[in-house]
């Protein structure tokens, strides 16, 4: 059996979808899966071992670049590759538009949201089988569910990321325990502030623990150095490839992080990870995983009032064993 998951976008969804993968190679033993996807995520989906091809889509890319014909080239070399495949199911879960007129490029039955639950309901006027999935439940059992109903399996199967983390050594990591912090986010209100995240880091080098800061623009790249300088133990490295981040994260004691899709990665790599929330609601897209993973704070407009440090160390400590 032939399978094609369509998830676009961004790095949050994506990885919220891997255990829709994981799903699949259990309950239909010997599936092929692959995965239609924006290409810079691309590196995510082929971390799954389930994942036979990963095909980008170069979409994000064409929209910020119309009148580039080497854009184009890689668009309709992706197209191509996709119209001319043929599934058996070809299974959309984010519920777009967008993903919907992609889902429709292969051959073969598409499945989706009904009008009710998608995000964007027109997009269930592209589906050949449609699932009313309830909105008021996290985005990974959401996937999840949609999944069993397409495929007529049920739902008992314990949530599995899928991910182990690359092998290969990261270059320059840590020698000494250390905690990641991703404090950087794509919106002002999510994120948490600087000098709250020099105090934590101030108090995990007391405990002889040493903190990384990831970045991805160089506004963040800033961020990270202004921080780092008030923290003796604290590593700023070079600007990391998904896949680099995932040697770094992998590797980590913990993760602390704002509502960004690198916190979800920790998560799904097995990593302790600390969410740390202001506006957004993570009950339905916070992190999501088992034993070591913590949300604080959401839910609220008030970004004058985010997740003090005391509540944040009590929650990593817990996580660690670090006295208090």
């Not at 309950?27 to 799954?48: K, N, T």
């Not at 990384?212 to 604290?234: F, M, N, Y």
Request: charged fraction near 15%; hydrophobic fraction near 45%; charge should be positive.
């Amino acid at each position: 059996m032939r399978v094609l998951l369509v998830k676009l976008s961004s790095l949050g969804d994506v990885i919220h979808n891997l255990p829709v993968a994981s799903d699949l190679a259990r309950a239909l033993p010997g599936v092929e899966i692959d995965w239609a996807i924006e290409a810079p995520y691309a590196e995510i989906a082929a971390m799954h071992p389930a994942i036979t091809n990963v095909i980008g889509v170069p979409l994000r890319a064409l929209k910020k670049n119309l009148s580039s014909s080497a854009a184009w080239r890689r668009f309709l070399a992706a197209r191509k590759q996709l119209s001319n495949q043929r599934y058996d199911a070809i299974l959309d879960t984010q519920g777009l538009i967008k993903s919907a007129w992609i889902s429709c490029w292969s051959k073969g039955p598409v499945y989706g949201h009904a009008s009710a639950s998608a995000r964007e309901p027109f997009a269930a006027r592209f589906y050949d089988h449609t699932f009313d999935i309830a909105r008021a439940m996290h985005a990974v059992e959401r996937n999840r569910l949609l999944a069993a109903r397409a495929f007529g399996y049920s739902l008992d199967l314990p949530l599995n990321y899928g991910l182990t983390g690359p092998k290969a050594e990261l270059v320059g990591s840590p020698s000494t325990p250390t905690v990641v912090f991703l404090h950087a986010t794509s919106r002002a209100d999510k994120m948490w502030p600087k000098q709250n995240w020099i105090e934590l880091g101030s108090r995990l080098n007391a405990a002889n623990i040493a903190v990384t800061l990831p970045w991805g623009t160089e506004a963040e790249h800033d961020v990270s150095q202004r921080i780092a300088e008030k923290i003796p133990q604290a590593v700023v490295p070079a600007k990391l490839s998904l896949t680099a981040a995932a040697q770094l994260l992998a590797r980590a004691a913990a993760v602390v992080g704002v509502d960004t899709g690198l916190a979800h990665l920790a998560v799904a790599l097995g990593r302790p990870t600390i969410g740390i929330y202001l506006t957004t609601d993570p009950a339905l897209t916070g992190l999501h995983g088992g034993a070591g993973i913590m949300n604080l704070g959401g839910g609220t407009r008030d970004v004058s009032n985010p997740p003090p440090v005391d509540l944040v160390w009590r929650a990593l400590t817990s996580q660690i064993g670090v006295a208090r």
